[in-house]
């Protein structure tokens, strides 16, 4: 932080933090992310009157609107980091082969899950991609798009992006389908319209109900900040929402090697794929 | 030969290349038995996308040989890939890991500029180790359309404070995106740059969130003695914005004039949550009357308003309010309660704490934490009324007994933690306990750990353990 003094966290109060994340976000805190928490909470425990972390800590814990502040640390801690047509290929490969083999096979409605989209550049892109190649026009598709934190989903649903969201966009595509308004730039309503966001954990038990049968997931670039069990989990939801056959992408440094084994990985030369088994 | 040994003084580097077999990781281990005066090891992995499961025994024997000459060993620019390679060996707590910029090229550095959870950090670094290369790649970036690649390359330029860069910075103030011009601001504050300070002001009444409290920041370290007045009247202004913001800048400046001003405000002002913010304020002077203040706010309708005084009641240790303060610990809102206790552990004597423990079953479970913290705080020994509670369900209420009793009766504290430390239900208290144990190191102390380690089913006090096993 720049403007406002940051408060020192303690050992046994990251500790504790740390679990508090961990149970409500599946997201893990190496030791050395300590600076992290330090940064991005201390403005909020001036606000509340707090001098120290433990006071925060119970706070969370006896407060009763524990869960409204629960919201607020979880919309702190995330890192949200994303971008327009961010590794392409896979998207490519979603548009030039899944989507085209789900439509031989005599499918008409293609349902696909952007599952942590941030603040909305995932499922965008693949909502402009699609629009590209005409297959809006070919099939029922509908793509779903959820995240943990609700201040990126408001960004999402404003469709209002700066220029940090565009790098390595082919300026004929931020052309046609963006345009500016102040120092952002505003997505085209038509594209909007093709996602459907909603707040969603993705540890949540009631996820795999809120999000139905789908024939494609992507989850990217989330998944490295979750340890092994948190991982298993997940990728146990994806398998179990994903019809025959499902197809799943992750970021490309995650991996599924040594977390399930209800994938078979595939490699389309542009990157990496999961077929569910 | 896949790795290079690059020695500074006692510091050795080790950087592996892409790919590295792991035979050349364990010739690298064999080698380190050999050098001498050497206190720190860091194997810098930057340059590894992979690594195969193989190459971690060669890490770890990297550790053990290190740890025989003496030195202490890092694994340094760990990614993620790596990482979670390391993480499904267990090996992640085992292993110091930590971040080395300088094995970095400037362009790299640059680059992370982008991700957020770096940004900050590369900045500092940059700024710590300037040089005319950084300059030259910041004043690139300067002339790039990326906002916050240039918000970084302002905000790194002010850390270092390369003066030469002044004037490039202060046209960023006319920018029309607030982020750039955010970081000029803070900058040409940093450099005490006066001549800006009337751009400044235009810019915090404009009024945009995003720009204001840096605004108010530089201001307040370019204010002279005309600034409180004009800074007073921006106290009356229409936007919530410009009002928190001038009073920000006020409570920088921390003169007579601005507290005057400021307590006048709290009189005038018709939104609660900025009375809260002058209240926060106020309890920043360190004069005569604040007190007063304080307590009046404490009867205010407003929560925000009431947890604002009493919390401030607690930063300024007010000991003139002591009987006013005692009497808020029932208060209706347990935080009101809860700082009210905070100050009482600053401020009273062992008669007083009589009260604190005589509340004690009447209030919130967050309130009686309080409590019991704060008579750690207050001189004298209460490990009677300690005991009465080292049994209480809650886990966080035997986390705290712990903690006052080792400020109270260190060997009542050592009994109680050892006792603890092998049979809490909860992790939390049996970290604490393990905290506790580390200081007083009692006889015996590297069999009980020994002893948990193999049965303790926490992850944090396993890891805790594991360190203060190294240590001893
Ligand atoms: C780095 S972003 C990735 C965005 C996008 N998928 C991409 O690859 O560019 C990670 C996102 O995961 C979200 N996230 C973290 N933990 C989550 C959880 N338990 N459930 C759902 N989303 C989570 C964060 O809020 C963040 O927006």
């Known amino acids: ?277 | 030969m896949s790795y290079k040994f690059t020695r500074y003084g006692d510091f050795l580097k080790i950087m592996v290349e892409q790919d590295a077999p792991f035979k050349d990781l364990e010739d690298a281990a064999r080698e380190i038995v050999n050098l001498k005066d050497l206190k720190r090891i860091s194997l810098d992995l930057k340059n590894c996308y992979y690594i195969q499961s193989k190459a971690l025994a060669a890490l770890i024997a990297m550790k053990k040989n290190s740890i025989k000459i003496g030195a202490e060993f890092i694994v340094s620019n760990v990614c993620d890939n790596v990482y979670q390679v390391m993480e499904m060996a267990n090996l992640t707590s085992y292993f110091t890991i930590e971040e080395d910029f300088s094995s970095y090229t400037s362009d790299e550095l640059m680059e992370k500029f982008f991700q957020p959870d770096y940004a900050d950090r590369v900045s500092d670094f940059i700024a710590g180790s300037y040089s005319d290369e950084f300059r030259a790649k910041l004043l690139e970036i300067l002339e790039m359309p990326e906002p916050e690649l240039k918000f970084y390359a302002i905000l790194t330029m002010g850390k270092a404070h390369d003066y030469s860069a002044e004037e490039r910075i202060k046209k960023e103030l006319d920018s029309d995106i607030p982020l750039i011009v955010k970081a000029s601001v803070l900058v040409l504050g940093w450099f005490g740059d006066s001549g800006s300070k009337e751009k400044i002001y235009q810019v915090l009444e404009t009024g945009n969130e995003e720009v204001a409290e840096a605004a108010a920041a530089s201001i307040s370290l370019l204010s002279d003695e005309s600034d409180a007045e004009r800074l007073g009247r921006l106290l009356s202004s229409h936007s919530k914005v410009i009002r928190i913001a001038a009073i920000q800048a006020m409570t920088l400046i921390n003169d007579d004039t601005c507290f005057g001003l400021l307590k006048d405000a709290l009189d005038k002002e018709q939104e609660d949550d900025v009375k809260a913010v002058l209240i926060r304020a106020v309890s920043s002077f360190n004069k005569a009357g604040v007190s007063d203040i304080l307590i009046k706010g404490l009867d205010s309708k407003s929560i925000k308003i009431r947890e604002a005084s009493a919390g401030g009641l607690a930063k300024i240790k007010a000991k003139d309010k002591l009987e006013d303060i005692i009497s808020r610990i029932t208060d209706t809102d347990a935080w009101v309660g809860y700082f009210a206790v905070k100050a009482c552990g600053e401020i009273c004597s062992a008669t007083e704490a009589e009260r604190l423990m005589s509340s004690y079953d009447k209030v919130e479970e967050n309130v009686k934490l309080a409590i019991v913290d704060a008579l750690g705080k207050i001189p004298g020994d209460f490990s009677d009324f300690y005991m009465t509670i080292l049994d209480n369900g809650n886990e966080d209420i035997r986390k705290e007994v712990l903690s006052s009793l080792l400020h109270d009766n260190k060997e009542n504290a050592k009994e109680a933690a050892i006792n603890l430390f092998a049979n809490d239900s909860s992790w939390i208290v049996r970290y604490k306990a393990l905290e506790i144990l580390e200081q007083i190191r009692p006889e015996g102390f590297r069999d009980m750990l020994m002893a948990r380690l193999t049965v303790d089913d926490s992850k944090y006090v396993k890891d805790k353990i594991q360190a203060v096993l190294e240590e001893i």
């Open chain 1, 1 to 277: 932080m720049i403007t406002a003094a940051t408060i020192k966290i303690k050992d046994d109060e990251f500790v504790e933090l740390k679990d508090i994340i961990y149970k409500n976000a599946a997201i893990s805190f190496a030791d050395s992310k300590k600076y992290l928490l330090e940064n991005r909470l201390s403005k909020r425990l001036q606000e509340l009157n707090f001098t120290s972390f433990k006071d925060y800590i119970y706070y969370l814990k006896y407060d009763a609107k524990k869960r409204e502040e629960m919201e607020v640390l979880l919309n702190q801690v995330t890192i949200n980091e994303t971008y327009f047509l961010r590794e392409r290929a896979q998207m490519d490969h979603m548009i030039k082969t899944i989507i085209p083999e789900l439509l031989n096979s005599g499918k008409r409605s293609v349902r696909i899950w952007s599952a942590a989209c941030s603040s909305g550049e995932e499922p965008y892109s693949l909502a402009i991609l699609l629009n590209e190649a005409g297959l809006f026009a070919k099939a029922n598709i509908e793509i779903l798009a959820t995240d943990i934190n609700t201040e990126v989903l408001n960004i999402a649903q404003q469709g209002l992006y700066r220029t940090i969201s565009f790098r390595g966009v082919p300026p004929m595509i931020q052309d046609k389908y963006f345009s500016k308004d102040g120092f952002a730039f505003k997505l085209d309503p038509n594209i909007m319209n093709k996602v459907k966001f909603f707040q969603g954990n993705l540890l949540n038990p009631m996820m795999s109900v809120k999000v139905g049968r789908l024939d494609i997931i992507f989850c990217r670039n989330v998944l490295i900040y979750f340890d092994i069990p948190a991982k298993q989990k997940v990728i146990e939801l994806f398998h179990k929402s994903l019809g025959m056959p499902g197809t799943l992408y992750l970021g490309h440094s995650e991996t599924l090697n040594k977390i399930s084994e209800s994938f078979r990985m595939e490699n389309f030369g542009g990157g990496i794929i999961y077929k569910k088994i």
